[in-house]
């Protein structure tokens, strides 16, 4: 266990502030899995989408034989979405491939999963003909490819941060999670998330019985997507707000770096972000990573501003069991990072002032077998494990 007070991160480059804001306020601010490979794979995302078919409303004002409409929806909202849909297929390049809109037929409507912790309201997803699917929120349209590719019994279509799989036989498709869990179902179109601010976990693979058994696709823009609305123009709070927590991201994400630097030297293997956690219920900003099998680190947001930082040796652990990797107590704060086994669904900071009672904590965050907990405390704190909804282990914090 080791523990390192980190000076504030010098201030970024004029340029580097620029595009970082700008990626900040378009709510574009990419998951990471990786320190390096996921960065390299959302730039492929981005750059797929200059090479695809990203166009503004050029449908408007082309013969009336190209703008025929769907049948009308009783719901104003979701005739409002269908229009932006049908206005980006005619507006695209790759309408050929989709059928004519005035044969479009609405199948269903499902709410987008809220899993890039951007949106109050991340929009909604048109399932049109039962063979593809248009998102729409409050300043774009993304539409996905007629049907998918084949994964054994089912179809998958790529769709960024999420993929849409077609299961027209109603095969209960199994899905299981980075943070241990497995979901199911048989539902004939499903949005899958590969993000990791997905609840739960991203998904890291899926089982279609007796056909397919693999990981899901590697993150891909959707074939046609549009912004058709401008995005509000920030307050200046609101421009200084978003430059400080990103020159505060890029602070803790180099701090995790320097922390992992020498494990992943040592042993050849890859560093990877884990965990990016905002401010929350009065806990810092914190980022924890790790080297698979080596070590792992949390560095978070000091009351200086500076990063502070903690890092242990990783260990095994059985499925039930979790494990104090490293800890620290500074400025009345309490930071312990563990490592889970995938049966334990919850783990608790909690102060314990008398012998057995309870104290006042807080949940921690489990993700993809590691837990960060964080409580302002003073006295002795406890860490209670919970698996299949009872108390499984009390680990004491030092």
């Known amino acids: 266990m080791n523990e390192l007070q980190l000076p504030p991160a010098p ?55 190209q703008q025929e409409n769907p049948a009308p929806q009783g719901d104003p909202a979701v005739a409002e979405a269908l229009g932006r849909c049908v206005a980006a297929v005619n507006g695209s390049e790759l309408r050929g491939q989709y059928p004519p809109p005035a044969e479009w037929r609405i199948t269903d409507v499902l ?4 899993d890039m912790m951007r949106r109050d309201d991340p929009g909604t997803v048109l399932v049109i003909d039962g063979s593809f699917a248009c998102h729409t929120d409050d300043t774009n349209v993304s539409v996905s490819m007629v049907g998918g590719r084949p994964a054994g019994a089912v179809e998958i279509a790529p769709f960024g941060f999420q993929i849409i799989l077609f299961n027209p036989h109603r095969i209960a498709v199994e899905v299981g ?46 074939p046609i997507q549009v912004r058709d609305r401008p995005e509000p123009e920030p307050s200046p709070e609101e421009v200084q707000a978003a430059m400080r927590r990103a020159e505060q991201h890029a602070g803790l994400s180099a701090c995790l770096m320097d922390q992992l630097g020498s494990a992943a030297q040592r042993t050849g293997k890859p560093d990877e972000m884990v965990l990016d956690q905002d401010p929350i219920a009065g806990a810092p900003a914190a980022v924890v990573g790790r080297v698979t099998d080596a070590q792992a680190a949390v560095c978070y947001a000091g009351p200086g501003g500076g990063p502070i930082a903690a890092a242990g040796d990783l260990s095994p652990v059985e499925t039930s069991e979790a494990r104090i990797v490293t800890s620290l107590r500074r400025d009345g704060l309490v930071v312990a990072l563990l490592t889970v086994g995938p049966l334990v669904d919850r783990v ?35 860490l209670r494990t919970t698996v299949g909804g009872g108390i499984r282990d009390v680990l004491p914090v030092p």
């Open 177 to 222: 999670l980075s943070g241990g869990s497995t979901e199911t179902s048989a539902e004939p179109v499903q949005i899958i998330s590969l993000s990791p601010y997905a609840p739960g976990g991203w998904a890291q693979r899926i089982v279609v019985p007796g056909s397919f058994d693999g990981p899901p696709p590697e993150l891909e823009s959707p």
């Open 11 to 65: 201030p970024l480059p004029d340029e580097v502030r620029e595009r970082v804001l700008r990626n900040v306020l378009a709510g574009t601010r990419a998951p990471r899995r990786r320190l390096a490979p996921l960065v390299a794979a959302v730039l492929a995302v981005v750059a797929t989408l200059a090479l695809t078919t990203t166009v503004a409303l050029s449908g408007v004002g082309e013969p009336a034989a």
């Open 111 to 114: 709410p987008m999963p809220n």
């Open 348 to 382: 608790e900071i909690a102060t314990t002032p008398q012998p057995g009672s309870t104290g006042s904590g807080a949940r921690c965050t489990i993700k993809d077998g590691l837990a960060l907990c964080i409580l302002r405390a003073d006295g002795a704190v406890d």
